[in-house]
C-alpha cells in the first residue's frame, strides 16, 4: 500500500512538472531553442602545418618544446624568454567576443582577410605580441606569435602569423 502511494504521488508530481498544457506563450521563462553551431572545415591539428614551418615561418631556431592536444598547439625556442608560436582551433566560438576580449585590452584589431575568410590581428604596444584570427563559419582559428623577451628586431610577428593562417586556409578539409 505504501509504495502504491508514493508511486502513485511520484506520477502526479511527474504530471504536473510537464506543463499545464496550456499556450507555451503564457510561460516568460521559456526561451527560445538555443543555436546549434553548424561545425566549419577542419583545420587538421596544428592548423595543418608542420612543426619544421613553424620553425622557420615563426624565426624559432632551435625548438625546445612542443606541447599539442586536440584544440591547440605551442612551439617553445630555446632559451629563457624565447620566442614562441601558438596555434589554437575554436568550435562554435563566437569570432566577435575573441575581438571585443582583445578590445577591452587596450587593443585595436584590424579587420583583415586570408583566404577569402574575414577574420583580425592586433599586435601589443611594443609589436612583441600579435594574435590574428580567422573565421571559419560558426568556428575560427588563431596563430599568436611572441618575439620574446630577448627579440633582435627580427620579421614583424603579425607578418609570421598571416603566413601560417594562410597555410591553414589553404589547407583545410
Known amino acids: 500500500m505504501t509504495s502504491a502511494i508514493v508511486t502513485g504521488t511520484a506520477i502526479a508530481a511527474l504530471l504536473t512538472a510537464c506543463g499545464s498544457g496550456g499556450d507555451s506563450n503564457d510561460n516568460p521563462s521559456v526561451r527560445p531553442p538555443m543555436k ?13 602545418v608542420t612543426d619544421d614551418e613553424v620553425r622557420d615561418i615563426g624565426g624559432l631556431g632551435q625548438i625546445s618544446a612542443t606541447y599539442k592536444n586536440s584544440v591547440g598547439c605551442n612551439w617553445q625556442a630555446s632559451g629563457i624568454g624565447g620566442a ?59 596563430w599568436s606569435t611572441s618575439s620574446g623577451l630577448f627579440s633582435s628586431g627580427n620579421a614583424d610577428p603579425c607578418a609570421k602569423n598571416r603566413k601560417l593562417a594562410e597555410l591553414t586556409v589553404q589547407r583545410l578539409k
Open 36 to 48: 546549434v553551431a553548424a561545425l566549419g572545415p577542419f583545420v587538421g591539428e596544428c592548423g595543418g
Open 84 to 142: 614562441s608560436v601558438t596555434f589554437a582551433s575554436y568550435r562554435g566560438s563566437p569570432l566577435g567576443r575573441e575581438r571585443a576580449w582583445v578590445t577591452a585590452q587596450g587593443r585595436n584589431p584590424e579587420t583583415i582577410d586570408v583566404g577569402g575568410h574575414s577574420g583580425f590581428q592586433d599586435a601589443t604596444a611594443n609589436g612583441d605580441i600579435c594574435d590574428l584570427a580567422v573565421q571559419l563559419g560558426d568556428d575560427f582559428f588563431e
